[in-house]
């Protein structure tokens, strides 16, 4: 697991601009509401 962070796959790349997205998405809802 831990070489893995260091040498994301190209799956895990799209794993993590997803939920890099849904968290910003989150984020902005918060300070919105």
Same mark, same amino acid.
């Given at each position: 697991m831990?070489?893995?962070?260091s040498?994301? *796959?190209?799956?895990?790349?799209? /794993? /993590?601009?997803?939920?890099?997205?849904?968290?910003? *998405?989150? /984020?902005?809802?918060?300070?919105?509401?």
């Amino acid at each position: 697991m831990a070489c893995g962070s260091s040498v994301p *796959r190209a799956g895990e790349k799209d /794993v /993590v601009k997803k939920s890099g997205k849904m968290i910003k *998405r989150g /984020v902005y809802a918060a300070r919105a509401t």
